[in-house]
């Protein structure tokens, strides 16, 4: 039994996309790097932002491959680790030496 895509694997290539693994690696990427973005490794998540670009390229180009969600996920979820990573410290140390370390 086959989906109407042709493949044998029963529909798993369609909620896992594992032929297309730029944008599963994306995924994962960005959903355990937000633990580092809170230690300063914000970063990290410009991988998983390049990693979401080529594996929407991919998605699209391979009509196998699919991963455009995980994709996405990947490109949000690592501009997110990289504006509270990077962004934040960098704002909230900017405030400490405009106020005087806290002090007016």
Same mark, same amino acid.
């Given at each position: 039994?086959?989906?109407?895509r042709g493949?044998?694997?029963?529909?798993?290539? /369609?909620?896992?996309p +594992? #032929?297309?693994?730029p944008? !599963?690696?994306? +995924? +994962?990427?960005? /959903?355990?790097?937000?633990?580092?973005c809170?230690i300063?490794?914000?970063?990290l998540? =410009?991988?998983? =932002?390049?990693?979401?670009? =080529?594996? !929407? #390229?991919?998605a699209?180009?391979?009509?196998?491959?699919?991963?455009s969600?995980?994709?996405?996920?990947?490109?949000?979820?690592?501009? !997110?680790? /990289? !504006? /509270?990573?990077?962004?934040?410290?960098?704002?909230?140390?900017? +405030?400490m030496?405009?106020?005087?370390?806290? #002090?007016r």
């Open positions: 039994m086959s989906n109407n493949s044998n694997d029963g529909g798993v290539g /369609v909620v896992i +594992y #032929r297309n693994m944008a !599963l690696i994306a +995924y +994962y990427w960005g /959903v355990f790097g937000l633990i580092g809170f300063g490794l914000g970063f998540g =410009i991988g998983p =932002i390049v990693l979401g670009f =080529i594996g !929407l #390229r991919k699209s180009k391979e009509s196998e491959a699919h991963g969600l995980h994709a996405w996920l990947g490109i949000a979820l690592g501009a !997110l680790q /990289v !504006l /509270v990573g990077c962004v934040a410290p960098a704002a909230f140390f900017a +405030y030496s405009i106020t005087d370390g806290g #002090r």
